[in-house]
Structures are given as structure tokens and as C-alpha cells.
T-cell receptor, first 114, second 118 residues
Framework: DGGITQSPKYLFRKEGQNVTLSCEQNLNHDAMYWYRQDPGQGLRLIYYSQIVNDFQKGDIAEGYSVSREKKESFPLTVTSAQKNPTAFYLC?????????????FGSGTRLTVV | AQTVTQSQPEMSVQEAETVTLSCTYDTSESNYYLFWYKQPPSRQMILVIRQEAYKQQNATENRFSVNFQKAAKSFSLKISDSQLGDTAMYFCAFMTLITQGGSEKLVFGKGTKLTVNP
């Protein structure tokens, strides 16, 4: 079945460390997105990519970085510059030309700073 | 910038009853899409229903229906015959398909936590 796989499901990071969250899709979608979810805040867009080797900052990109070397993959790195990285992270994908079906989401990664 | 407002942080309903979740949005665009997503305790985001702004007819998916009032910029979700499995966070989301300052992406409200009681 086609879908989006996020790994790991739970991730623990020490202060000052960079960590990378994985997102892979086999839906042949052009666009991929990273959202951050905090209690009472809804979903906020971190980065998105419309096409391979291109990506754009979202509303809260500071302290994060991404790459899009393959259509299927859009990893997110949470750097030590991110002041409050503890959150639930959701990856999503969609067709870019026709986004009327909305997004397909992965099952998320819970990141905790210890 | 587009904004989506869900004014009810939490709601509860008895099993088999009907409940309506509110959503309002702000945009100057005329062509856009609206969505309701469900996030159960598993935290998997699931698309419940969508509405094209140019369609006057309200969308319906089984027990889920919307009341779309374009002039009022309102998009409420009605759940009929509520079931225990409907317990979840519900997010209203907006997207315009015109590439204009990043507005072509999904913008979410802060969510409504719905509890269905037995």
C-alpha cells in the first residue's frame, strides 16, 4: 500500500545535539511538507518542497534544515539552534499541481529533549 | 495572510447524538479548498471531508457533513449518530490554489478536542 513512513516514532535528544527525522513516501507525490504540532497550537509549517532539490521555508523554519535529494525522501534536521525542539513532528505529501485532495500524513515522530 | 479559527477548544457529546464543530477563516481569495482532518489518539491525521469554495452544495461523507457559508467565511462540521471512535482532535484547514506569498499551502486551525461519551 502507498503511504508515508516516518521514523523513528520516538526520539530523544540531548541538549546541543542535532537530530534527523526521516520521512519517506511511495505515493509518487511531488510535494512534501514538515509540520510541528504543539498542544493548543495546531499544526505549524516548518519547511516544504515542491520538487527535488528545491525547498522553501515555512512559518517556523528557524533552527531546522531539510534536504530533498530524492522525490521519495524529505528528511528534517533539528539543529542545536532550535530553542524548544520538544514537539510532535508530522510529515505530509501531496500532488503539487492538484492539491485539491489535501495532504497525506505520516504517523509522526515525537521528539523529546532530555 | 490566511487564518483559520476554531473557537471551541473542547466539546463532548453522548453516543448516537449529533454534534457540530465550528470553523471560521479569513481570506481575500475567491477560489480555495476547505478541509476537516481528524486526529485520533494514535495521532494519525485522517482526512474527513473537503469542500471546494466554488461549489454551493455542502459536502457529505456518510455521517459527516459540512455547513459551508462562503459569505460568512464559515465552515462547520456536523457529526451525526456520534460513535465512540469519533473521539479525536478535529482540525479545520484552508488552502488556496493560487501561488501568492505562500498561500498555496494548508493552514490549520488550533483544533477542537471532541470526546464521545458512552
Amino acid at each position: 500500500d502507498g503511504g508515508i513512513t516516518q521514523s523513528p516514532k520516538y526520539l530523544f535528544r540531548k541538549e546541543g545535539q542535532n537530530v534527523t527525522l526521516s520521512c519517506e513516501q511511495n505515493l509518487n507525490h511531488d510535494a512534501m511538507y514538515w509540520y510541528r504540532q504543539d498542544p493548543g497550537q495546531g499544526l505549524r509549517l516548518i519547511y516544504y518542497s515542491q520538487i527535488v532539490n528545491d525547498f522553501q521555508k515555512g512559518d517556523i523554519a528557524e533552527g531546522y534544515s531539510v534536504s530533498r535529494e530524492k522525490k521519495e525522501s524529505f528528511p528534517l534536521t533539528v539543529t542545536s539552534a532550535q530553542k524548544n525542539p520538544t514537539a510532535f513532528y508530522l510529515c505530509a505529501s501531496s500532488q503539487w499541481v492538484d492539491r485539491s485532495d489535501g495532504y497525506t500524513f505520516g504517523s509522526g515522530t515525537r521528539l523529546t529533549v532530555v | 495572510a490566511q487564518t483559520v479559527t476554531q473557537s471551541q477548544p473542547e466539546m463532548s457529546v453522548q453516543e448516537a447524538e449529533t454534534v457540530t464543530l465550528s470553523c471560521t477563516y479569513d481570506t481575500s481569495e475567491s477560489n480555495y479548498y476547505l478541509f476537516w482532518y481528524k486526529q485520533p489518539p494514535s495521532r494519525q491525521m485522517i482526512l474527513v471531508i473537503r469542500q471546494e469554495a466554488y461549489k454551493q452544495q455542502n459536502a457529505t461523507e456518510n455521517r459527516f457533513s459540512v455547513n459551508f457559508q462562503k459569505a460568512a467565511k464559515s465552515f462547520s462540521l456536523k457529526i451525526s449518530d456520534s460513535q465512540l471512535g469519533d473521539t479525536a482532535m478535529y482540525f479545520c484547514a484552508f488552502m488556496t490554489l493560487i501561488t501568492q506569498g505562500g498561500s498555496e499551502k494548508l493552514v490549520f486551525g488550533k483544533g477542537t478536542k471532541l470526546t464521545v461519551n458512552p
